[in-house]
């Protein structure tokens, strides 16, 4: 039997054998993209004149916390390898 060609990421990047630091990181640039993703497809394909406000504050609300995500990540990252060897 073949497995299936399309996995669901967060739980590929959860069960993968990288660092606590790298998970954190990589699910916060998993959330910016999904925060991202409504506001980039309403401009490809929305009207000309929209004004998406939900959507813009959708995409910051994201951001900052997928920023705050990845700076933890990186200091769980550097934690691990400067003071876990």
Do not use: C, Q
């Not at 990288?18 to 959330?31: E, N």
């Amino acid at each position: 039997m073949k497995k299936p060609l399309l996995k669901n990421p967060i739980t590929y990047i959860l069960r993968s054998n990288s660092t606590r630091g790298i998970k954190v990181i990589a699910l916060s640039l998993l959330l910016v993209l999904a925060s991202a993703l409504p506001l980039m497809l309403y401009i490809f394909l929305g009207p000309e004149d929209g004004n998406p406000v939900a959507l813009g504050w959708l995409f910051a609300a994201g951001a900052m916390i997928g920023h705050l995500g990845f700076a933890l990540g990186l200091i769980m990252l550097l934690w691990d390898i400067l003071f876990k060897k």
